[in-house]
């Protein structure tokens, strides 16, 4: 029953690795997909909490308006989501917050066979890529508002005396500028969030990092799974650095003379 | 600056080798228990660890003259920390399988196990094939895990690994997993805290033992165990402590 075992190099057993292809295979495409998910979300979450921490307004009652609904709630999700761990968050959402909104018995968004089968064929999905999106649009926000606050104030007044409105200032003068300042931030912030995705294995979800958990699990050896991942993880980080460097070329073409 | 005294070289010395003897003779083994399962092993809320697996351990050093010292691993991580030599030696409900004896040495059973199925009260699952096609939650390389491994398939999606008893529960409570596969022990207890769960006992699953684990080739020290466990069941010290956790009588006198 036990396959023969396979070793490469002497002591690397291979076999293990193969005999789990199907769930390192899936766990490939959980994590980018999951990834992609999360960055993606983050960004535009990012954006709209990195804007509305800088919302203003000359004369009351916008004033106290813009401070209490937008400000304040802003700062304290940024603060909450940088200032506590990941981990935390996950299980958080996992065990406590998804299962008040979703449960069969007494859901308070849904509930009944429908939140079964949510649960049991999204459930991890679902949480995973929440906290992971609301912890990377608390980092991203912080990128956005350095980015827009970075731009030179002459730049809004001179668009605003041209008569353009403030969306577009916002839209035309200041976010393409910012974005290219913005880009080697977000790039960090995309790796982190790759590799932070391994966390979200402790509630069941089939990436990466659970694909070598279950390995190491059945064989009590931590080389080969956790070195396989390891270099999985390290390809698509380097992919991605890659890609954000193109980025980061092709916008910034316009500061080169 | 002064030379320093020739007595107070010699006494330095002497300090030194003193604390380097005693070092040698009376150094705490290390024993790693994954504490998060109730009534083997957990910790009170004033951090210290309690269960069957810790009282029989302390028994067993007892009788053989040794003193041990536990520390709190995950169950995922006791095998690396044996290699490794993190820990001495492991009382964690491990169950005795002809692979893990591959890689380990293991005293004579301690404790009689099997495995159980925890499901919704309104479940109409009989045993571990009507689980075929359901979703399962098992401890992440636990007996469970082989078991559900080997009949669902090892890289079935519908298998959900996660590093606790507790959190199976929490998932099976909260409607993530149809059932829960567990040792007996374990699963009872768990299940019993919840109105919501009954358990399923399957009479298919083979009996298992539980048993303690030493790094392989360290024969010393599990002869010194078993020496011990031996000594605990004559004397009547094993069947009180399995009263104390399970309220029954042992089975019979296991190891």
């Known amino acids: ?257 | 600056m002064a030379p320093a005294s020739p007595r107070f070289a010699f006494v330095v010395t002497f300090f030194v080798l003193a604390a380097a003897t005693a070092a040698a003779q009376s150094r705490p083994l290390v024993v790693g228990s994954s504490a998060t399962y109730p009534p083997f092993a957990y910790e009170t809320p004033a951090k210290q660890i309690v269960g069957f697996d810790v009282d029989v351990i302390q028994a067993v050093a007892s009788k053989v003259g040794i003193t041990v010292r536990l520390v709190n691993t995950p169950f995922t991580g006791v095998f690396a920390s044996l290699d490794n030599g993190d820990l001495d030696l492991v009382i964690s409900g491990v169950t005795i399988s002809d692979r893990r004896r591959q890689s380990y040495d293991f005293t004579a059973p301690y404790f009689e196990a099997r495995q159980l199925i925890a499901v919704p009260v309104a479940s109409t699952v009989r045993n571990l094939q009507d689980l075929a096609g359901k979703k399962v939650g098992v401890v992440t390389g636990s007996t469970a895990d082989e078991v559900a491994s080997r009949t669902f398939g090892r890289t079935s999606a519908n298998i959900r690994r996660f590093d606790t008893t507790p959190l199976i529960i929490a998932e099976l409570v909260s409607g993530g997993l149809d059932a829960a596969i567990g040792d007996n022990g374990v699963i009872a207890y768990r299940a019993q805290e919840h109105k919501g769960l009954k358990t399923v006992n399957d009479p298919g699953f083979p009996k298992e033992y539980f048993g303690i684990v030493v790094k392989k080739g360290n024969t010393a020290l599990r002869d010194r165990l078993d020496s011990g466990l031996k000594a605990i069941v004559a004397d009547g010290t094993y069947a009180r402590i399995y009263r104390t956790w399970f309220k029954t009588e042992p089975p019979l006198p296991t190891p």
């Open chain 1, 1 to 257: 029953m036990e396959p023969e075992p396979i070793l490469w190099f002497g002591w690397f057993r291979a076999d293990i690795i193969a005999e789990y292809a199907p769930l390192f295979w899936q766990g490939l495409r959980m994590t980018i997909g999951v990834t992609v998910i999360g960055i993606t979300f983050g960004a535009l979450l990012g954006l709209l909490v990195g804007m509305a921490r800088l919302a203003n307004a000359r004369h009351a009652p916008a004033r106290h308006l813009t401070r209490f609904l937008l400000r304040w709630p802003a700062t304290v999700y940024v603060s909450f989501f940088r200032g506590t761990p990941l981990f935390v968050q996950i299980m958080l959402m996992h065990f406590a917050v998804v299962p008040l909104l979703m449960n069969p018995a007494d859901g308070l968004i849904v509930s009944g066979e429908l939140a079964r089968t949510l649960r049991q064929d999204y459930g991890a999905l679902l949480s995973g890529v929440l906290a992971l999106t609301l912890n990377a649009g608390a980092y991203i926000s912080e990128v956005f508002r350095a980015g827009i606050q970075s731009i030179d104030r002459g730049q809004v007044e001179a668009a605003r005396s041209l008569g353009l409105s403030y969306r577009r200032t916002m839209y035309h003068v200041v976010l393409p500028q910012a974005f290219r300042r913005m880009l080697p931030p977000l790039g960090n912030n995309a790796i982190a969030l790759l590799k932070d995705s391994s966390l979200v294995s402790a509630v069941g979800l089939s990436e990466l990092a659970y694909a070598a958990r279950t390995v190491a699990g059945a064989y009590s050896r931590y080389w080969e799974p956790y070195l396989t991942i390891a270099m999985m993880y390290w390809i698509l980080t380097l992919a991605l650095a890659y890609a954000v460097r193109r980025l980061e070329h092709r916008y910034g073409r316009g500061d080169t003379r």
